[in-house]
Protein backbone atom coordinates (compact mmCIF):
# COMPACT_ATOMS: atom_id res chain seq x y z
CA UNK A 1 0.00 0.00 0.00
CA UNK A 2 1.24 3.26 -0.64
CA UNK A 3 2.27 5.84 1.76
CA UNK A 4 -0.54 8.01 0.31
CA UNK A 5 -3.52 5.22 0.70
CA UNK A 6 -1.76 4.81 4.22
CA UNK A 7 -2.68 8.45 5.04
CA UNK A 8 -6.09 8.52 3.72
CA UNK A 9 -7.09 5.35 5.36
CA UNK A 10 -5.58 6.59 8.87
CA UNK A 11 -7.98 10.08 8.46
CA UNK A 12 -10.26 8.12 7.48
CA UNK A 13 -10.36 5.64 10.88
CA UNK A 14 -9.75 8.98 13.05
CA UNK A 15 -13.05 10.26 11.33
CA UNK A 16 -15.14 7.35 12.34
CA UNK A 17 -13.32 7.18 15.73
CA UNK A 18 -14.18 10.89 17.02
CA UNK A 19 -17.92 10.78 15.05
CA UNK A 20 -18.37 7.89 17.18
CA UNK A 21 -16.97 9.11 20.48
CA UNK A 22 -19.07 12.15 19.66
CA UNK A 23 -22.48 10.55 18.95
CA UNK A 24 -21.87 8.34 22.22
CA UNK A 25 -20.96 11.80 24.63
CA UNK A 26 -23.88 13.49 22.91
CA UNK A 27 -26.32 10.15 23.63
CA UNK A 28 -24.93 10.17 26.97
CA UNK A 29 -25.29 13.66 28.30
CA UNK A 30 -28.91 14.02 26.85
CA UNK A 31 -31.82 13.07 28.73
CA UNK A 32 -35.03 11.51 27.82
CA UNK A 33 -38.20 12.86 29.12
CA UNK A 34 -41.21 10.99 29.45
CA UNK A 35 -44.44 12.77 29.47
CA UNK A 36 -47.80 10.69 31.13
CA UNK A 37 -50.94 12.11 30.36
CA UNK A 38 -53.59 11.13 32.67
CA UNK A 39 -57.07 11.44 32.61
CA UNK A 40 -59.31 12.95 35.47
CA UNK A 41 -62.80 11.66 35.75
CA UNK A 42 -65.92 12.84 37.58
CA UNK A 43 -68.74 10.36 39.11
CA UNK A 44 -71.44 11.83 40.66
CA UNK A 45 -73.15 9.83 43.66
CA UNK A 46 -76.29 10.92 45.58
CA UNK A 47 -75.95 10.59 49.31
CA UNK A 48 -78.98 10.24 51.51
CA UNK A 49 -80.26 8.75 54.56
CA UNK A 50 -83.28 6.43 55.01
CA UNK A 51 -85.38 5.89 57.88
CA UNK A 52 -89.05 4.37 57.12
CA UNK A 53 -90.72 6.39 55.04
CA UNK A 54 -88.48 9.76 55.25
CA UNK A 55 -85.28 10.45 53.16
CA UNK A 56 -83.21 13.21 54.49
CA UNK A 57 -80.10 14.89 53.69
CA UNK A 58 -79.53 14.41 50.05
CA UNK A 59 -76.19 15.62 49.42
CA UNK A 60 -73.95 14.89 45.61
CA UNK A 61 -70.39 13.67 46.31
CA UNK A 62 -67.68 14.29 43.57
CA UNK A 63 -66.20 10.33 43.55
CA UNK A 64 -64.28 10.81 40.40
CA UNK A 65 -60.43 12.50 40.39
CA UNK A 66 -61.14 15.85 38.50
CA UNK A 67 -62.83 18.94 40.23
CA UNK A 68 -66.62 19.02 39.07
CA UNK A 69 -69.75 21.10 38.53
CA UNK A 70 -73.18 18.59 39.47
CA UNK A 71 -76.59 19.32 38.76
CA UNK A 72 -79.34 16.92 40.21
CA UNK A 73 -82.98 16.24 38.56
CA UNK A 74 -85.78 15.35 41.24
CA UNK A 75 -88.58 13.15 40.43
CA UNK A 76 -91.27 12.34 42.60
CA UNK A 77 -93.64 10.01 41.23
CA UNK A 78 -95.90 6.94 42.27
CA UNK A 79 -95.42 3.03 42.37
CA UNK A 80 -97.43 -0.21 42.42
CA UNK A 81 -96.62 -2.51 45.06
CA UNK A 82 -95.17 -4.54 41.60
CA UNK A 83 -92.59 -1.99 41.22
CA UNK A 84 -94.32 -0.23 37.98
CA UNK A 85 -94.69 3.61 37.80
CA UNK A 86 -98.41 4.88 38.01
CA UNK A 87 -99.60 7.77 35.97
CA UNK A 88 -101.48 9.72 38.89
CA UNK A 89 -98.81 12.31 40.52
CA UNK A 90 -98.60 12.40 44.24
CA UNK A 91 -99.00 16.10 45.22
CA UNK A 92 -96.62 17.96 47.22
CA UNK A 93 -98.50 19.19 50.84
CA UNK A 94 -101.06 16.22 50.40
CA UNK A 95 -99.00 13.06 49.50
CA UNK A 96 -95.95 14.27 50.80
CA UNK A 97 -94.07 17.04 52.60
CA UNK A 98 -90.46 18.09 50.99
CA UNK A 99 -88.19 20.30 52.93
CA UNK A 100 -85.64 21.66 50.97
CA UNK A 101 -82.05 22.85 51.57
CA UNK A 102 -80.50 25.92 50.73
CA UNK A 103 -82.28 26.67 47.08
CA UNK A 104 -82.81 29.51 45.07
CA UNK A 105 -84.47 30.21 42.01
CA UNK A 106 -81.65 30.66 38.65
CA UNK A 107 -82.51 34.83 39.05
CA UNK A 108 -81.94 35.16 42.67
CA UNK A 109 -78.40 33.18 42.27
CA UNK A 110 -75.66 35.48 42.73
CA UNK A 111 -73.16 33.39 45.48
CA UNK A 112 -71.34 30.47 45.60
CA UNK A 113 -71.75 27.18 47.41
CA UNK A 114 -75.69 26.82 47.20
CA UNK A 115 -77.90 24.73 44.92
CA UNK A 116 -80.07 26.96 42.22
CA UNK A 117 -83.04 25.39 40.68
CA UNK A 118 -82.99 26.44 36.80
CA UNK A 119 -86.29 26.30 34.65
CA UNK A 120 -84.49 23.40 32.71
CA UNK A 121 -85.56 21.32 35.71
CA UNK A 122 -81.76 20.80 36.97
CA UNK A 123 -80.60 22.14 40.22
CA UNK A 124 -76.96 23.59 39.94
CA UNK A 125 -74.50 23.28 42.78
CA UNK A 126 -72.96 26.49 41.83
CA UNK A 127 -69.42 26.01 42.99
CA UNK A 128 -66.74 23.76 41.51
CA UNK A 129 -66.91 20.18 43.87
CA UNK A 130 -63.47 18.69 44.86
CA UNK A 131 -62.60 14.81 44.20
CA UNK A 132 -64.23 13.11 47.32
CA UNK A 133 -65.82 15.99 48.14
CA UNK A 134 -69.77 16.91 48.88
CA UNK A 135 -72.14 19.55 47.59
CA UNK A 136 -74.41 21.18 50.63
CA UNK A 137 -77.56 19.48 51.50
CA UNK A 138 -80.04 19.52 48.62
CA UNK A 139 -83.29 17.83 50.18
CA UNK A 140 -83.34 18.28 54.20
CA UNK A 141 -86.24 15.72 54.05
CA UNK A 142 -89.33 14.17 52.19
CA UNK A 143 -92.30 12.34 54.24
CA UNK A 144 -94.87 10.27 52.72
CA UNK A 145 -98.01 11.48 53.80
CA UNK A 146 -100.47 8.74 52.74
CA UNK A 147 -99.86 6.01 50.52
CA UNK A 148 -103.58 3.98 49.74
CA UNK A 149 -101.31 0.92 48.49
CA UNK A 150 -98.46 3.02 46.42
CA UNK A 151 -95.41 3.44 47.05
CA UNK A 152 -94.00 7.01 46.77
CA UNK A 153 -90.63 7.75 44.86
CA UNK A 154 -87.98 10.40 45.50
CA UNK A 155 -85.34 9.52 42.66
CA UNK A 156 -82.56 11.47 42.46
CA UNK A 157 -80.54 11.83 39.16
CA UNK A 158 -77.05 13.29 38.99
CA UNK A 159 -74.66 14.59 36.19
CA UNK A 160 -71.41 16.42 36.27
CA UNK A 161 -68.39 17.98 34.27
CA UNK A 162 -64.93 19.10 35.05
CA UNK A 163 -64.79 22.29 36.02
CA UNK A 164 -62.09 23.57 34.13
CA UNK A 165 -62.25 25.12 31.28
CA UNK A 166 -64.73 26.75 31.96
CA UNK A 167 -65.59 26.10 28.32
CA UNK A 168 -66.73 22.58 29.23
CA UNK A 169 -69.38 23.90 31.38
CA UNK A 170 -70.85 26.35 29.08
CA UNK A 171 -70.77 23.92 25.82
CA UNK A 172 -72.29 20.48 27.88
CA UNK A 173 -74.89 22.32 29.95
CA UNK A 174 -75.39 26.36 28.49
CA UNK A 175 -73.85 27.68 31.81
CA UNK A 176 -71.15 30.22 32.33
CA UNK A 177 -69.22 30.65 34.95
CA UNK A 178 -68.77 34.27 36.75
CA UNK A 179 -65.54 35.35 39.16
CA UNK A 180 -65.84 31.02 40.20
CA UNK A 181 -69.77 31.10 40.75
CA UNK A 182 -71.27 28.60 38.07
CA UNK A 183 -74.96 30.64 36.98
CA UNK A 184 -77.40 28.23 35.75
CA UNK A 185 -78.78 28.53 32.02
CA UNK A 186 -82.64 29.10 31.07
CA UNK A 187 -83.67 31.92 34.17
CA UNK A 188 -85.64 30.82 37.67
CA UNK A 189 -87.94 28.07 38.17
Avoid at 15 to 33: C, E, H, K, P, Q
Avoid at 60 to 73: E, M, Q
Avoid at 169 to 181: F, I, N, S, Y
Wanted: hydrophobic fraction near 40%; charge should be negative.
Amino acid sequence: MTKRKQIVALLVGVLLLASAAGTFAWLSVTGVLVNEFGFGSVAPSVDEKLNGNVKSDVTITNKGSAPAYLRAAVDIYWQDQDGARLWDEPVAGTDYVIEWGNVSDASASNSASSWVAASDGFYYWTSSVAPMDKTGVLIKSVTERKADGKNLVVDISTQAIQSTPDDAVTEAWGCTVKDGVLVPPHGGA
